[in-house]
Structures are given as structure tokens and as C-alpha cells.
């Protein structure tokens, strides 16, 4: 997936991650702050980047030492905002929680890999990419 990120280099940590009600989209909203060159625990980090998914479906987050390749997977190498056609975790969402297809139409799985946590979201669209400068 081409972002702001493509020309960036691989180092960034992941710093938090944020859950709420977004007042002008009217919808939920997840944003995920990575932080650039420097580990997260920094009380100020010098630039940041919020990935911001509206109205997610699923979402779930792991050490990223504890992932693996799996050659099941289809998926771009695009970089640390990678889109997965086809995965076990996609496939465990739609048999496990197949409504949201009603609700929202199709989805994607949507991965956002750093140093430290990888974030895999399942979202109907792409996710907005800004910088944030402390």
C-alpha cells in the first residue's frame, strides 16, 4: 500500500494506539501512533505517524517477535501498511463474525507492521497516514 511511509526507512516502534467515537465521521475510530527512529518510551518522541481507521470491524496486536511467514498468506510487500487478500486470521473473521458483511459491506485486512508490534485490522477502507510532530 503506497503512503507517506513508501519512502520511509523500516524504523519505527510502535508508541500507542487509540479507540473512540469519531464526533465528525459519525463512526468508531482507531488510530495507531508509530514513533520514528527511536524506541516508544520516550516521553517526547520527535515525529510520529497516525494511521486512522474508521470504523474498524476487528483488530488485534502482537509482539511482532512472536510472527511468523505463512505462505498461506497473499499479500503486498509494500512496506510497513501492508494489504493481506488472503489470510487464517480473514478467514477466522468472516466465519466467526460474518455479519458485518450486512452491516458494512466488504472489509480487508489491513496489517501495519513496526520494530516492535505488528497490528493486523480488518477495516472496509484504507486508513488515513499523517505525520504528528511533538
Known sequence: MNTILSESSD?????????????NEDCDELSI??????????????RLVKITFLAPIMWQ?????HSSFDEYEIRDDGGLIQIIE?????????????WY????GKAQ??????????SEV?????PAVVWQYA
Open 11 to 23: 524504523n519505527f516502534y510502535f508508541h500507542n494506539v487509540s479507540f473512540g467515537y469519531n464526533k
Open 33 to 46: 501512533f508509530l514513533v520514528e527512529g527511536e524506541y516508544a518510551d520516550h516521553d517526547t518522541p520527535k
Open 61 to 65: 496486536q502482537m509482539e511482532e517477535s
Open 86 to 98: 488472503r489470510s487464517r486470521y480473514f478467514d477466522f473473521v468472516n466465519t466467526t463474525y460474518p
Open 101 to 104: 458483511k450486512d452491516i458494512r
Open 109 to 118: 485486512h489491513i496489517r501495519v507492521w513496526s520494530q516492535n508490534i505488528v
Open 122 to 126: 480488518i477495516a472496509k477502507d484504507f
